[in-house]
C-alpha cells in the first residue's frame, strides 16, 4: 500500500512540474514573457487549493480506493492534452483543470497512512510516499531533458500522461482497506494498537459545525502557516529553478540536466531522515510536541540558507547550497505527519484538504512573486530573499503557534 501512494505522489508530481522543465522551451514557442509565465506556474495552485476541501469531503464520503483512482484518471488525461497546446488560453484552462483533479492526491496518501501505520511508524511512511514528490525529477531529469532536445517539450507531456493511465489502472486493481485485504489478525491488532484506522468510517456526510469548530484550534493554524512556508521552497525549485539556473547561472541545457539533479537527490535524503528521525524519538520515549515538530523547524530553520546563493559566484557553490536547503525543506515536509495526529476522528479528508489548502496558497502566491520580481528587476536576488524569510516564518509557526501535538476533539 505504501508503494502504490509512494509511486502515485511520483507520477502526480512529475506531471504537475514538468512544465518548469518544458518551460523555456515553451516559452520560446508560445511567446510567454516571464511575468505571464508566473501566472500559468500558478494557475495549477488556483483550483488545487479551492478543490482541497471539496477534495477531502468527497474521500470521507466515498473512500480512498474510488477517490484516488479518479483522480489519477483524470490528471494524466489532462496531462496528455497539455501536448496539444497552441497558445496561452489552453495552457491556462488545462492547468486549472490540472489542479482540480490532483487535489486530492494528498489528502488520500495521508488518510493511507493513518489507516495503515501505527502512530510510531506513520513519519517514516509519509517520509517514503512525500520522497516521490522529489525522486522523480532527481533521477528523470537527465532523461526529461534529452526528451526534450530529441522529441521537442511536448513529448514530456505525452511520456507522463500515459504512465499516469497506465497507474490509475494498477491502483484499481491493487488497493484495499485493511480489513478488505490479505492481512492477517496478528497484523491487524497491530495497526489497531499502535493507534491505525482500521476501523475508520468511510460514508460520513460533510458537518460543517464540526468544521468549524476544528479551523478554530491553534494546531490546525499552526500546521498551516508551517506547511505553507515549506511549500514555498518546493514551489520555487518546482517552478522557476531550470530558468533559475538557464538565466541567472547561464548553464546550457546539459549542465542543467545534471546540476538540477543534486538538490532533488539532497531533498530526497531529507524527508527520509526526517521521517526516520521523528519516529525513532517517539519509540525513545520522546513526546510528539518533540518528536514531529523538530524535524519540521530545523529543516525550515536550515531552508534560509538558500538566500546566501546570491553572493556566491561559483555555480557549484551555489547548488550546494541550493541542495542544502533543499535538503533542509525535504525535513519539513513531514506535516502531513501531524494530520494523521490530530485530525478529529471522522474527518481525516477534511483536516488534509484544508491543511493541503493552506500550503498550495503557496503554489499560488510563489510563482506569481517570483515572477514579478524577474521581469521587475531582472534578476533573482529578491526572489531568494523572499524564499528564506517565508521559510523563517514557518519555523516561528510551528514553535509558537501549534501548540501541543494531538488529536483535535470535537464538541
Known amino acids: 500500500m505504501l508503494g502504490l501512494i509512494a509511486t502515485g505522489t511520483l ?6 512540474t514538468i512544465l ?4 523555456p522551451s515553451l516559452t520560446r514557442e508560445l511567446g510567454i514573457n516571464a511575468a505571464l509565465m508566473g501566472v500559468v506556474f500558478s494557475a495549477f495552485s488556483w483550483t488545487y487549493a479551492a478543490s482541497q476541501v471539496p477534495g477531502g469531503a468527497f474521500l470521507d464520503r466515498f473512500g480512498t480506493r474510488l477517490t484516488y483512482f479518479l483522480s489519477v484518471g483524470f490528471w494524466s488525461f489532462f496531462t496528455l492534452l497539455h501536448a496539444l497546446v497552441g497558445g496561452i488560453t489552453s495552457l491556462l ?3 486549472l483543470l490540472l489542479g482540480m483533479a490532483e487535489s486530492p492526491c494528498f489528502p488520500a496518501n495521508s488518510r493511507v497512512v493513518a489507516t495503515w501505520f501505527p502512530r510510531q511508524e506513520r513519519a517514516f511512511a509519509t517520509g517514503v510516499y512525500t520522497v516521490g514528490e522529489y525522486i522523480g525529477l532527481a533521477f528523470l531529469s537527465p532523461i526529461l531533458f534529452a526528451m526534450m532536445a530529441t522529441f521537442g517539450w511536448r513529448s514530456l507531456f505525452i511520456g507522463a500522461g ?3 493511465l497506465a497507474f490509475a489502472v494498477v491502483w484499481w486493481a491493487r488497493y484495499r482497506e485493511p480489513r ?7 497484523e491487524l491488532a ?3 494498537a499502535g493507534g491505525g484506522l482500521t476501523d475508520q468510517p468511510v ?10 469548530q476544528m479551523l478554530r484550534r491553534r494546531q490546525m493554524w499552526g500546521i498551516c502557516l508551517g506547511q505553507f512556508a515549506g511549500n514555498a521552497t518546493l514551489v520555487f525549485f518546482l517552478t522557476w529553478f531550470p530558468t533559475y539556473l538557464a538565466t541567472e547561472r547561464h548553464m546550457d541545457w546539459m549542465q542543467i540536466g545534471f546540476f538540477a539533479v543534486m538538490p532533488f537527490i539532497a531533498a530526497s535524503v531529507g524527508v527520509l531522515f526526517g521521517g526516520w528521525w521523528s519516529d525513532r524519538m517517539l519509540r525513545q520515549g520522546k513526546s510528539p510536541n518533540v518528536a514531529r515538530k523538530l524535524p519540521i523547524t530545523l529543516g525550515l530553520l536550515l531552508a534560509t540558507t538558500i538566500v546566501s546563493a546570491n553572493f556566491v559566484d561559483d555555480n557549484r557553490v551555489v547548488i550546494a547550497i541550493l541542495s542544502l536547503a533543499f535538503f533542509a525543506q525535504g525535513m519539513a515536509a513531514l506535516g502531513w505527519t501531524l494530520v494523521s495526529d490530530i485530525a478529529p476522528e471522522g474527518m481525516l479528508g477534511v483536516t488534509g484538504g484544508v491543511f493541503n489548502l493552506a500550503a498550495n496558497l503557496a503554489g499560488i502566491v510563489t510563482p506569481i512573486i517570483i515572477g514579478a520580481i524577474v521581469a521587475t528587476t531582472g534578476s533573482f536576488f529578491y526572489a531568494l530573499a523572499f524564499i528564506g524569510c517565508i521559510a523563517l516564518m514557518g519555523a516561528l509557526s510551528y514553535i509558537f503557534v501549534l501548540g501541543n501535538v494531538e488529536r483535535i476533539v470535537i464538541d
Do not use: K, P, T
Not at 11 to 16: A, E, G, K
Not at 204 to 212: L, P
Open 11 to 16: 507520477i502526480n508530481y512529475l506531471d504537475r
Open 20 to 23: 518548469g522543465i518544458a518551460a
Open 93 to 95: 484552462g488545462l492547468r
Open 162 to 164: 500515459v504512465l499516469g
Open 180 to 186: 478488505e485485504s490479505h492481512a492477517n489478525a496478528a
Open 190 to 192: 497491530e495497526i489497531v
Open 203 to 212: 460514508r460520513q456526510a460533510f458537518d460543517w459545525r464540526a468544521a468549524g
